[in-house]
């Protein structure tokens, strides 16, 4: 049987559905047993579906999530904006490393590198380390084209039409 190879899987662009697709991977990826952790960069709030749904029904999934429950200033990021995501960063190097889980996905991990938050070089750096069968998924807006060249499979998410324009606000379940 041929040993699992790891991937890099890449989620962008300006439509919904980044988060949602990564956590369909990981719910297969949990299915067959695999392990899976995930953090949630720029992000702190324990009332998203996703989250109460991990923490009480998959435990082969771990959340961590490593931000603030308020939107970051694009060009002005707090120093505890900053400091959150670089410790996310941190832990994400830490667990891709141990090479314990088969699948880590670093949400909203472009958004961090486009706003300043982290470095792209630590990125592709977390890339260039990982241990071979470990899959590293990243989503967010704003992937940057040297991320894009080291993943190996992009998706580019692009809004058609988005119930929002209509007016319509914010679901629990659908947008959290």
Not at 116 to 125: A, F, I, R, T, Y
């Amino acid at each position: 049987m041929q040993e699992k190879k790891g991937l890099v899987l890449l989620y962008t662009g300006n439509g919904k559905g980044k988060t949602t697709a990564s956590l369909g991977l990981a719910l297969r990826a949990v299915g067959h047993g695999k392990k899976v952790f995930m953090i949630q960069f720029m992000k702190d709030n324990e009332n998203y579906g996703e989250v109460q749904a991990i923490r009480k029904y998959l435990r082969n999934f771990e959340l961590v999530q490593s931000g603030l429950d308020t939107f970051v200033k694009k060009g002005n990021p707090s120093s505890e904006d900053i400091r959150l995501a670089r410790e996310g960063l941190d832990l994400a190097r830490k667990i891709i490393l141990e090479g314990q889980h088969d699948m880590v996905i670093l949400d909203e991990i472009n958004v961090a590198v486009d706003y300043g938050l982290v470095s792209e070089e630590d990125v592709l750096n977390l890339i260039s380390v990982r241990p071979e069968h470990v899959t590293i998924v990243l989503t967010g807006r704003y992937a940057s084209q040297k991320i894009m060249e080291k993943a190996d499979m992009v998706s580019d998410v692009q809004e058609i039409k988005h119930h929002w324009q209509k007016g319509i606000p914010a679901q629990a379940g659908i947008e959290y």
